[in-house]
């Protein structure tokens, strides 16, 4: 070999190195390489695979309170293995920095929320063919994890500058009222806390620690409330009278100098003698401080509460003016001017102490808000000034590609948007077309977002700024085809890969509908139980996996009868557990927020409650790994299984009913905040029609009788839920009705005796009532008879269920009129009827149609009605249907002159009492009851 640089020579080579597969390796000195000679009997056509990181930007940036997922395309290059194995590392994590749970040995890597420490970290995937240890590959991730935004506050309402009365103690808390923007937690342990102080005047001195007790400006003493000084408490005697203090408060996390958060409050201190009142956003995420102003979300609900502190006696009246602001210059000082018409739909609670103003109301960018206290010997006022925040402008976002299957992965890039205040991060929105439901799909700091999308959606992004206003963005109409296969195929990925395209998985409820046949039922079910486990695994940080989990819910348990039991709890659990956090951080969620996760939680229950009542209602197939489930299946008499899954499943339904209580009382808790008087909240969908109004106790409708004082508060709640509960009764009757839940509760969401009322029950419209029968009378007539005669067997009535009676009659020929005489349980006697009536045009509905009623309080205990017809004559229509007397001459048979169509249906209203029993004492069937509906009469309480 003749010396050179061509691949096939060397230079003064002087090292050789084989490998395990007899690569040969030479140091080619003075070409300044390696050489290498491959083994033709080590690669056999297997080469190194490619590895693809589905990643945008040189570095992932990533909040602390996020979890996230780095996704790997393995391109394998090697004929004689298609497998192979991952492992990820963190090559600057100092051990153990994570969660030994989470699985390192996959291509895709999932990293839960909170899971980092805040710094730069790098991630190596390695990918080896198996059996082929050194052919290989690896790749580099670098990954931030960045702060969250933590707003600080001393005292319990956002506040540059208070008063305070010079011989009372001031207690300084931003432990306790700070507040994570990106975070539903805020650990208050996690920070080191140092205060200051300062004599505030135009020549302010310096700030001082407390602990330098040479320098501080305080004359007395102070404490710490706890060791880990999250409070610090200030002496009445360490302030001097008339004097203005300065106190700032410096958080800097424990594990994380760099993070630092401040706080400042200006005291004047004060003999005070006048009340002092209050004025603060009920919702403390809906504003922010900006200098003077409270920063709001123009497109939110806005609600100002006041509160009267020092020397407040009675009050008494409340009022509130409102004045809108302009800036005629931006040096200028801003010009208020009183705003005198205010539209009270869009404004309520001017006479009392709070004020609630609905969305995208305000135009102007500048507001200010007054109240007046009017006591006995004075008045005092406070005011609230607002500038309106708008959200992210001047932006767009594309979606590529244009059109896909359920299997595309679809980028969607937004780019230019600007917010002065900064762009906080993107949300995805689909709504279902056929539904006109809004679901979360995900969320991303980042304007490049990689997802599954289901078929039937239209896409939104909602891009927000720091401060959570939003602009949103409708992303062009794009096609998404879906079929068995395909369908199939996203299960078996999902189902044996991470959990990242839950939601559009779930979403593909739209495509799963209930007409397969029951093995495919079977399968799915077990498929949405194991998703569901996952999703019960999620925890709960934030407030976009709050809205997020509670949107997986109400899709994936919307396919009732692809749900297990097990499913089920897990579900109504979940459920339970959202509404607790709902509850326990009510005043960290915007209104537009709590609606959403309402209504999904309460879509959620109404699919709980409808999936277990199905199968003992006789509405669904009893699935097979339910009755896996029951003890003792070894039992080879299936009536046996199914009578104890029969059983099994009715105990389950009772627990449930009384945990989805606990639910509706939670979330009436939540909305009951948002609400002023004389406002409701609404959702109607296709799975639940619910109400909650907050009225007064003078505006109580005359339908109602209920037990309250005067001048009192009262709330309203109603929901209609699809189907009935099944409850303990031996035969409920209730698999054709709708379920209405009723309520009346005081301030204290105590409920109010009912006494007597009027409400209407729907139908289930897929129970239809039974259809018409018709009569040709040519046969009927050759009998000569006085009557003709039709039996009804009854539904079985009970003392505590009792059923009234619908009598339908239509003539073909219209202008007709019928005597009619019935008897319970035997035929009429002719010649001493007891029951009759007359059915005359005058009486007919639109379609001339007659009607004959009889309620549920004469029917109790007989088992049949028999009802006899016979046609008037023209002369004896106009006689007995304008007097109303009893006809006399029945001696002769009368023909008939127009074939008719007749029918009977029964209707009830029945109660579910605390054992679970279906009752309907007390109640009364009306005579308004129609196909459609029930109309229902409480007459007395039992």
């Known amino acids: 070999m003749r010396s050179g640089s061509s691949l096939n020579q060397l230079y003064h080579p002087h090292t050789v190195y084989f ?110 063919m198996t059996n082929f240890d050194a052919i290989k590959s690896s790749v580099f991730v670098d990954v931030e994890i960045i702060a969250s935004s933590i707003i600080v506050h001393l005292v319990s309402y956002d506040t540059l500058i208070i008063k305070h009365h010079y011989e009372e103690d001031l207690v300084l808390n931003p432990g306790n009222y700070s507040y994570d923007q990106n975070s539903i937690h805020f650990n208050q342990h996690d920070w080191h806390y140092e205060y200051y102080c300062r004599i505030y005047s135009t020549n302010s001195q310096q700030f001082s620690t407390f602990e330098n007790s040479n320098e501080t400006c305080l004359l007395g003493g102070w404490t710490y409330n706890n060791v880990n000084r999250t409070a610090i408490t200030i002496f009445s005697k360490a302030f001097q009278l008339n004097q203005t203090y ?8 424990r594990k994380n100098s760099s993070l630092q958060s401040f706080d400042y409050l200006i005291v004047q201190v004060e003999n005070l003698q006048s009340p002092i009142i209050i004025i603060k956003c009920l919702i403390i995420t809906m504003c922010s401080s900006k200098d003077e102003f409270r920063y709001v979300n123009r497109h939110t609900q806005i609600s100002l509460c006041s509160f009267c502190t020092n020397n407040c006696s009675q009050t008494v009246k409340i009022s509130w003016n409102i004045y809108q602001g302009i800036l005629t210059s931006p040096n200028a000082t801003i010009q208020w001017n009183s705003v005198i018409l205010l539209p009270t739909s869009s404004f309520f609670g001017l006479d009392t102490k709070d004020l609630l ?219 339970s557990q959202l509404s607790s956090f709902h509850k326990v951080n009510v005043n960290k969620f915007l209104y537009e927020d709590t609606r959403f996760i309402a209504t999904n939680i309460l879509e959620c229950v109404t699919n709980i409650h409808a999936s277990i009542n199905g199968p003992l209602q006789q509405r669904m197939q009893v699935l097979q790994s339910d009755l896996r489930e029951i003890d003792d299946i070894t039992l080879t008499e299936e009536h046996n299984l199914h009578h104890r899954n029969f059983e099994y499943q009715k105990q389950i339904a009772n627990e449930m ?46 339908n109602y009788q209920i037990d309250y004082s005067s001048n009192s508060t009262l709330i309203i709640r109603t929901m209609m839920q699809p189907l009935a509960s099944y409850g303990n009764s031996v035969q409920s009757y209730t698999n054709s009705s709708q379920l209405l839940s009723f309520s009346i509760l005081d301030e204290n969401q105590n409920d109010i005796r009912i006494s007597r009322m009027e409400f209407f029950i729907p139908r289930d419209p897929n129970k239809l009532i ?88 004469q029917t109790s205990n007989h088992h049949s009605i028999i009802y006899g017809i016979r046609e008037l004559t023209f002369e004896e229509m106009n006689i007995y249907c304008s007097d109303k007397k009893f006809y006399q001459n029945l001696d002769q048979p009368r023909r008939f002159s127009s074939d008719y169509e007749i029918r009977l249906y029964q209707s009830s209203c029945l109660y579910l009492d605390s054992n679970n029993i279906w009752k309907s004492n007390g109640l009364l069937v009306g005579s308004s009851t129609t196909h459609n509906q029930t109309q229902c009469f409480l007459i007395h309480l039992t």
């Not at 990820?88 to 030994?100: A, G, T």
């Not at 299997?407 to 600007?418: R, Y």
């Not at 199939?488 to 779930?506: A, F, G, K, V």
């Not at 007891?834 to 001339?848: G, H, I, K, M, R």
Request: proline fraction near 4%.
């Open 19 to 128: 490998d395990s597969v007899g690569n040969l390796y030479v140091g080619d000195e003075w070409n300044f390489r390696v050489q290498i000679f491959r083994s033709k009997m080590s690669t056999c056509g297997c080469y190194p695979p490619i590895i693809k990181i589905i990643l945008s930007g040189t570095v992932l940036r990533v909040r602390r309170n996020q979890y996230f997922y780095i996704s790997s395309k393995i391109e394998l290059r090697c004929n004689q293995s298609d497998s192979f194995s991952a492992q990820w590392s963190i090559l600057n994590c100092p051990s153990p920095c994570f969660d030994e749970r989470i699985d390192m040995y996959k291509n895709n890597l999932y990293i839960p929320s909170q899971t980092l420490p805040y710094g730069i970290y790098q991630f190596e995937l390695i990918v080896k």
């Open 246 to 253: 300065q106190f700032m408060v410096q958080m800097t996390h």
């Open 357 to 575: 103003i609905m969305s995208d109301i305000l135009t102007s960018q500048y507001w200010r808000f007054e109240v007046l206290y009017q006591f006995e010997s004075e008045t005092i006022r406070s005011t609230c000034d607002v500038e309106l925040n708008d959200g992210p402008r001047n932006g767009f976002c594309l979606i590529d590609p244009p059109n896909g299957t359920i299997l595309t992965l679809f980028t969607i890039n937004c780019s230019n948007w600007f917010d002065s205040d900064g762009i906080k991060d993107f949300l995805i929105y689909g709504l279902i077309v056929n539904l006109q439901k809004r679901i979360l799909l995900t969320t991303s700091s980042n304007p490049i977002i990689l997802l599954r999308l289901p078929a039937n959606v239209h896409l939104i992004v909602q891009i927000r700024d720091t401060f959570d206003c939003t602009t949103e963005y409708d992303l062009p109409s794009i096609t998404i085809d879906s079929n068995s296969a395909m369908i199939d195929t996203l299960l078996m990925q999902e189902h044996s890969n991470d959990d990242r395209y839950m939601i559009p998985m779930t979403l593909s409820k739209n495509l799963l509908t209930n007409n397969f046949d029951l093995n495919t039922v079977n399968r799915y079910a077990t498929i949405r139980e194991q998703f569901m486990m996952t999703i019960n695994n999620l925890p709960l940080t934030t407030l976009n996996e709050i809205k997020f989990q509670s949107s997986i819910l109400s899709i994936l348990t919307e396919t009732t009868n692809q749900l297990t039991r097990r499913t089920l709890i897990i579900a109504l659990n979940k459920c």
């Open 657 to 702: 009913a009384h945990k989805i209580n606990e639910i509706l009382s939670l979330i009436t808790l939540v909305l009951d905040t948002h609400l002023h008087l004389a406002q409701n909240f609404t959702i109607n969908t296709s799975t639940i029609s619910f109400l909650l109004a907050k009225i007064s106790s003078s505006s109580v409708s005359d």
């Open 770 to 857: 039974p259809p018409m029968f018709f009569q040709n009378v040519t046969r009927m007539n050759e009998n000569k008879l006085l009557f003709h005669f039709y039996s009804f067997e009854l539904t079985k009535s009970n003392e505590n269920q009792t059923f009234s009676i619908h009598f339908e009659i239509h003539p073909l020929n219209s202008n007709i009129s019928y005597l009619l005489i019935y008897q319970f349980d035997h035929k009429p006697r002719i010649h001493s009827i007891q029951n009759w009536t007359y059915l005359c045009p005058s009486n007919s509905t639109a379609d001339q149609t007659y009607l004959h009623f009889i309620d549920n309080s």
